[in-house]
């Protein structure tokens, strides 16, 4: 089954704690990215990453760092996480058609509190 | 500068009512492309459409059907006579390939359908 895979789905921790979520897809999948979800605020990408060795920053970069060593998994790691950070984060892959994004493939979900 | 505004945060509908939700994108490319996806209270994200700037017709699927207009950078959704399984947050998206691939959603749109 095609699928995007997040760990954990939940997480409570303390601040300054490293973390890292595991991201991974079983697609071949080149596109893979990370979002948070903030009420009021829809889905806001943090990083993304086109292809392995490949990334670039989001919109809200600060405090997270990704890496993508092989193309079917990209973590999230947050170094020192801060309460600010407490969000619902989304792992997403796509195709890369051409030039542009098909649509992505969204995990489903991981709700982090930073206490 | 917001690059995609859903300026209805919350729309309520009677069950059989038509409802459409807005979405305004500003862009820098030529080539682009627009989104919509479903996000149910179960959490997910479904995808629903895509739709490059080089093609405005209007498309339909059963209930659904999107009117993209690129001289107002408007690409609307509209659902007709409306289910109470409609109910769900809409969220709008752009990708701009020319400019590293980077999405951007909406705040998103919620809707309620009142049976």
């Known amino acids: 089954e095609a699928q995007v895979t997040q760990n954990p789905r939940y997480l409570i921790t303390v601040t300054g704690k490293k973390l890292t979520v595991t991201c991974s897809q079983n697609?071949?999948?080149?596109?893979m990215s990370w979002y948070r979800q903030d009420p009021g605020l829809g889905l806001r990408q943090i990083y993304y990453?086109?292809?392995?060795?490949?990334?670039d920053k989001g919109d809200v970069p600060e405090g997270y760092k990704v890496s993508r060593k092989e193309k079917r998994n990209f973590p999230l790691i947050l170094e020192s996480p801060s309460p600010n950070q407490t969000s619902l984060y989304f792992c997403?892959?796509?195709?890369?058609?051409?030039?542009?994004?098909?649509?992505?493939?969204f995990g489903d979900g991981t709700r982090l509190s930073i206490l | 500068a917001q690059k995609v505004t859903q300026a209805q945060t919350e729309i309520s509908v009677v069950e059989k009512e038509d409802v459409t939700l807005d979405c305004v994108y500003e862009?820098?490319?030529?080539?682009?492309?627009l989104f919509w996806y479903k996000q149910p209270p179960s959490g997910e994200l479904v995808f629903l459409i895509r739709?490059?700037?080089?093609?405005?017709q209007n498309e339909i699927s059963g209930r659904y059907s999107w009117n993209f207009q690129k001289s107002t950078s408007s690409f609307n959704f509209t659902i007709t006579a409306s289910q109470v399984v409609d109910s769900a947050v809409y969220f709008c998206?752009?990708?701009?390939?020319?400019?590293?691939?980077?999405?951007?959603f909406g705040t998103g749109t919620s809707l309620t359908v009142i049976p």
């Open positions: 997403a892959s796509s195709l890369l058609a051409g030039r542009g994004n098909q649509p992505q493939h």
């Open positions: 998206a752009l990708s701009e390939p020319d400019f590293g691939n980077q999405f951007y």
């Open positions: 697609m071949n999948h080149e596109y």
């Open positions: 862009t820098r490319d030529t080539t682009y492309y």
């Open positions: 739709r490059n700037s080089f093609d405005e």
């Open positions: 990453s086109m292809n392995v060795e490949v990334t």
